[in-house]
């Protein structure tokens, strides 16, 4: 089980990018469940309507871990616009491999803890406005 | 190639050199259908006699109660479908809720059928109270089936009083014991048991042999039909060279047991203190009752298929409960039974220490688990300083 994950899997899950929190975010978003195993936070830096900064944490197994390294860095430089199309088939795409379909939900959580973060920059800028 | 630290003992463990060589010569010079009566034949029964006569030995039974299967799951599976099928007026089991999946699914599977099934709780540390079997015990129970000790958490269940009142009770008493075979003394008499199952992969035998204990005054059905092998009960031309294998195997755990038991008690009283020194470590399972060698543990802030894959990076090899790494992405029932939340079981880590495992493993290992779950806590969310 362990060593059937692609390698982009393992390779993000042992390394993976952007980990850790932005201290005063535009925009933070939080999904999942700690019962049901998974939990993803994303934080946002937003410049000129681009994504300038985006870090993750994940509690989870090792493909949310990687999933969730693989959005940052598919994020990271987009238009907000362009941030909240990204889609979690386009996550699994990346991953170069089959993963078990119970961990599909993984990708799911991804797309929506970005969503979520994005969702949160919106609110403040009504706010701000 | 990085070295392999295997403390997964619980799941499987590497057939010994020596059961190896017990077996060899049933392969090929020694080939012998068992049924037939030439001299080849003549002389595998002869082996699988020994065997027998060997396991009945040290488990204190009759040669003629044992019967060689394919492994625990069969023993288990025959066990409890041919005692149903042997006394069919009686439509009532019981069990726990910590039994292994080879006897849970089995008796659900009757229950399906319309079979009234009670099973038992334990308490926050895995032990079944043998008064609760006492009082669940009614007229048209047909068996009480509770393991030996639990192939998760270690804890060693109450058999020899459980065994004492299904006698008295006039009751069919099974118990599973792929955990303790060769591990613990098991005295079939003195325990009270009518059926016993165990496996020979789990102490260093090959894989695929197994075996059920049948008292003699216990009347079974077979599962499995065919050409009357295992006089009449159990079908199917013997595993000649697997029954030599498991019957060397548990003598050569006999032999060592009170050497081993000592080394692994000191090698896990070691490790589980370096373990739970890491905050928010806790231990799962009872703290003494348990079965040599096993360590269950859950940590705060992570997730337990993680960490098997960076202890995967180390080389040590162990199990997790969490229902992150299984396919039905539910957390252990073993786990959910003592009452530690999803969430909880989730970080939860299995090390079942064995014959190859040193001071040195253990140091390694205990270091390789602080750094893992420093590492998965660092990415974690829940897991806040």
């Known amino acids: 089980m362990a060593l059937a994950y692609p390698n982009e899997v393992m390779k993000h899950f042992l390394k993976p990018k952007n980990m850790g929190e932005i ?77 078990p379909p119970s961990k599909f939900h993984c990708s799911v959580l991804a797309e929506q803890a970005l969503k979520a973060a994005i969702e949160d920059y919106k609110k403040r800028q009504l706010q701000k406005n | 190639m990085k070295k392999i630290i295997y403390v997964d003992h619980a799941a499987t463990t590497p057939v010994d050199e020596r059961v190896i060589k017990a077996m060899l010569p049933f392969f090929k010079e020694k080939f012998g259908n068992p049924s037939v009566i030439y001299d080849l034949g003549v002389e595998a029964k002869k082996a699988i006699e020994k065997s ?149 992969h789990k102490i260093y035998g090959p894989k695929g042999v197994g075996m059920l204990y049948v008292r003699k005054d216990i009347k079974i059905t077979p599962l499995i039909h065919g050409g009357g092998q295992e006089r009449k009960m159990r079908s199917g031309t013997e595993n000649v060279p697997g029954i030599v294998g498991f019957a060397k195997a548990l003598e050569i755990a006999h032999k060592n047991m009170n050497k081993e038991n000592e080394k692994l008690k000191q090698l896990t009283d070691y490790l589980k203190k370096e373990i739970l020194s890491i905050e928010g470590a806790h231990l799962n399972g009872h703290p003494i009752l348990r079965v040599p060698g096993n360590l269950n543990f859950w940590f705060e802030g992570i997730e337990g298929e993680g960490l098997i894959m960076l202890l995967n990076e180390g080389g040590i090899c162990a199990s997790t409960g969490s229902a992150c790494s299984t396919s039905s992405l539910k957390p252990s029932h073993v786990l959910t039974a003592i009452g530690i939340s999803p969430e909880h079981s989730h970080g939860s880590l299995r090390l079942t220490l064995g014959r190859s495992t040193t001071l040195k493993d253990v140091k390694f290992i205990a270091k390789i688990v602080k750094a893992s779950v420093e590492k998965l806590r660092s990415m974690s969310v829940t897991w806040r300083k």
């Open chain 1, 23 to 99: 201290k005063n975010p535009d925009g933070y978003g939080k999904v999942g469940n700690p019962s049901c195993g998974d939990v993803m936070e994303i934080f946002i830096k937003v410049k000129n309507n681009k994504i300038s900064q985006i870090k993750f944490k994940t509690l989870g197994c090792a493909v949310a871990i990687a999933l969730s390294s693989i959005l940052t860095q598919v994020a990271k430089g987009k238009t907000i616009e362009e941030a909240e199309k990204i889609q979690n088939k386009d996550l699994l795409k990346l991953l170069k491999g089959d993963i």
């Open chain 2, 52 to 200: 027998r006569n060997k396991i009945a030995e040290l488990i204190n039974a009759s040669p003629d109660e044992i019967f060689f299967t394919s492994g625990g799951t069969e023993s288990d599976n025959w066990a409890i479908k041919g005692i149903a099928e042997a006394y069919p007026e009686k439509k009532h089991i019981i069990t726990s809720n910590i039994e292994h999946h080879a006897v849970l699914n089995p008796i659900e599977w009757l229950e399906a059928k319309g079979y009234e099934i009670t099973y038992l709780k334990v308490d926050a540390q895995g032990l079944i109270n043998s008064k609760d079997v006492e009082k669940a015990i009614r007229k048209d129970t047909l068996m009480v089936s509770i393991m030996h000790a639990n192939n998760e958490i270690g804890t060693i269940e109450p058999i020899e009083e459980i065994g004492r009142i299904c006698r008295e009770k006039n009751v069919i008493f099974h118990t599973d014991a792929v955990q303790t075979l060769g591990k613990l003394p098991i005295d079939i008499k003195k325990m009270n048991i009518d059926l016993l199952s165990a496996s020979s």
